[in-house]
Nanobody, 126 residues
Framework: QAQLVESGGGSVQAGGSLRLSCAASGYSFRTYCMGWFRQAPGKEREWVAA???????TYADSVKGRFTISQDNAKNSLYLQMNSLKPEDTAMYYCATGAELPGGDCFRSWNDYRYWGQGTQVTVSS
């Protein structure tokens, strides 16, 4: 069974940067996607970014140009570099893994991802 552990969250001022990490183990999808999601208090879980097994990336419009998703297959790790942070980026951030779509794309809905980490809190102050 997959195990995902996030780290790297914290508190920063608007305009600052953080780098989230997700250490993954225990899964053996032949083709897979890994994604970052976030959930603010009182709001639904929101897709942020995803990366395919081949390295293809997609981003939510709200973070495009500011966030970068990457992975290190040798380390079984996923990353999210977050720059130019805004107060509205404040949320609990989760990494997740699930099946890859035929043709090499990733799902954007949280309920299409099977395994989840416990989350790491990101707080951006104005």
């Amino acid at each position: 069974q997959a195990q995902l552990v996030e780290s790297g969250g914290g508190s920063v001022q608007a305009g600052g940067s953080l780098r989230l990490s997700c250490a993954a183990s225990g899964y053996s999808f032949r083709t897979y996607c890994m994604g970052w999601f976030r959930q603010a208090p009182g709001k639904e879980r929101e897709w942020v970014a995803a990366i395919t097994s081949g390295g293809g990336t997609t981003y939510a419009d709200s973070v495009k140009g500011r966030f970068t998703i990457s992975q290190d297959n040798a380390k079984n790790s996923l990353y999210l570099q977050m720059n130019s942070l805004k107060p509205e980026d404040t949320a609990m951030y989760y990494c997740a893994t699930g099946a890859e779509l035929p043709g090499g794309d990733c799902f954007r809905s949280w309920n299409d991802y099977r395994y989840w980490g416990q989350g790491t809190q990101v707080t951006v102050s104005s």
